[in-house]
């Protein structure tokens, strides 16, 4: 185990738990970092910050695959490849396996399996008293339930247990779009209301960040399986709506999945300090939600609108099976603009959070994997409040004391 003043590497799970005991002992808040993309990640100035970067081992035996809490899904892709198997999660590599799984984890192949947390079969746990415990459907049943999609609030995973699928291949997908983008997402609406699960896409209009993000409006698309030429019929009514200008810059056939599919596939993009915005998880993405995204981003050049399709397997867990909300969703939609000083004042600030409001009225829920500012008011909006108040009950049992507060943190 390295330490250094403010941040801590254990090299074992009984690192883990004697540093567990011993913030407990001290009185120290803790703050856990698996790929460190959370907002409480890079603030432990107060307190001890536990990385989990060492504890990256990765274990395949035919579908079942055991991920250590500090491994990235960049790490995890590479490992499967050439196994025939994959896993919904991540869309870039250097997302940690830990803080994605928790919070649910929308991936690429969410309508074709569902969220990470749908194929989580198992997790090592230390508690807020130190001990480590298993949990899964047979063993400490309630905190499993709460750690798929209720976040960091019930201990430390050291080790994540999966069912993976086997798969032939991938198929990727993109358009370059211009024109009508409400008639592409219109488009869109109507094409994934019955399309396979197979098919998940992605729609993203951006301004100029960085190389690794062109600006503008891409539609990308996987398909769950080697048939290109499905991927290829099921995207045609795109290209063919009227007043579009849609450009292929695929489909490609790619082998099982050596890397995360091309979209966010690399280091992360550079973000300006500052958003103004948020993000919902939606029933239907009908023509006033279409309409106001598609102002939000004409109005603001400094904007972002980005969705993804749900359904699917996404929908057909139950409700009451895992904490995450908004089963019965069928877009994931976020939208925002950058509060770049140079750029906007006081008042298009205003007028951008009003817009927002707006946008976000109809959402069922907020997906906490997105929500990247502590605001604990918010928590009981990123749940159902049934499901709210049973996570209270688990944080009662397993953490009285909230020592894992450094989350969207549930009180007890």
């Not at 205003?350 to 946008?359: G, S």
Request: aromatic residues 8%.
């Amino acid at each position: 185990m390295t330490e250094s003043p403010l941040a801590v590497r254990p090299a074992t799970p009984e690192d883990v738990a004697a540093l567990v005991r011993r913030a407990h002992r001290e009185s120290i808040q803790i703050t856990v970092v698996s790929g460190g993309h959370g907002p409480w990640s890079h603030d432990a100035s107060d307190g001890m910050r536990i990385e989990l970067t060492d504890l990256a081992d990765i274990s395949i035996d035919g579908t079942a695959v055991q991920i250590g809490g500090g491994a990235t899904w960049g790490a995890v892709a590479a490992a499967l490849s050439g196994e025939g198997v994959a896993i919904s999660s991540g869309d870039t590599a250097t997302v940690g396996v830990g803080g994605l799984t928790l919070g649910g984890g929308i991936g690429w192949m969410v309508r074709a399996w569902g969220l990470a947390i749908d194929q989580l079969i198992g997790a090592q746990v230390v508690t807020a008293t130190g001990e480590i415990v298993e949990a899964s459907a047979n063993e400490n049943a309630d905190l499993f339930w709460a750690l798929r999609g209720g976040g960091g609030n019930f201990g430390i995973v050291t080790r994540f247990d999966f069912d993976a699928h086997r798969i032939p291949g991938i198929v990727h997908g993109e358009y370059v779009i211009g024109g009508d983008a409400a008639a592409v997402l219109r488009t869109c609406r109507d094409i994934m209301r019955t399309a396979p699960r197979e098919l998940t896409v992605t729609y993203m209009d951006v301004p100029a960040m960085d190389p690794s993000a062109p600006a503008g409006a891409r539609l990308a698309a996987v398909w769950a399986g080697d048939d290109a030429d499905a991927l290829i019929a099921a995207l045609r009514p795109v290209a063919d709506s009227e007043g579009v200008e849609a450009t292929v810059t695929s489909p490609a056939y790619r082998d099982i999945l050596l890397e995360m599919p091309a979209p966010a596939a690399g280091e992360d993009t550079p973000v300006p300090p500052g958003f103004i915005g948020g993000n919902g998880l939606f029933a239907e993405l009908d023509d006033v939600l279409i309409d106001r995204l598609v102002a939000f981003r004409a109005a603001y050049p400094a904007s972002v609108v980005f969705l993804r399709s749900l359904g699917g397997a996404f929908g057909d867990v139950p409700q009451e099976e895992t904490p995450f909300p908004a089963r019965s969703a069928q877009w994931f939609v976020m939208a925002g603009g950058f509060d770049i000083p140079e750029m906007i004042d006081d008042d298009a600030r205003a007028a951008i959070l009003a817009d927002w409001r707006r946008i976000e009225s109809g959402r069922l829920a907020e997906y906490g994997n997105f929500a990247d500012t502590e605001r604990p008011d918010a928590v009981p909006g990123m749940f159902t409040p049934e499901a709210y108040d049973g996570l209270r009950a688990v944080k009662a049992t397993w953490d009285p004391h909230n020592l894992f507060r450094r989350n969207h943190n549930i009180i007890r």
